[in-house]
């Protein structure tokens, strides 16, 4: 159930225009950084992250597309959008 409620929000915020989102950016990071322990406050804060969200999604969007990948399995060891190698993940303790 939760998880449908997730996908649910993903699809509403993936119809807003990045452009907007942006403009609205800077309001939200202004709130972000004068707490208050209020419901307003917290909102505030998950707004700011899901605005960047959506630009840190569009912006690996365009890598890819411009790298020219499909979707298609890739061969070999992954690289990532700054260049380097990704390898797997650790566990650390």
Do not use: C
């Amino acid at each position: 159930m939760l998880e449908q409620a997730l996908d649910k929000i993903a699809e509403q915020i993936i119809a807003l225009d990045e452009a907007s989102l942006t403009q609205l950016r800077k309001r939200y990071l202004d709130r972000l950084f004068h707490f208050e322990p209020t419901k307003e406050w917290e909102k505030a804060v998950i707004i700011y992250f899901l605005i960047n969200g959506v630009i840190a999604k569009n912006n690996l969007f365009n890598q890819h597309v411009v790298a020219g990948h499909t979707g298609e399995t890739q061969k070999g060891p992954e690289k990532d959008p700054m260049g380097g190698k990704r390898g797997k993940l650790k566990v650390v303790k």
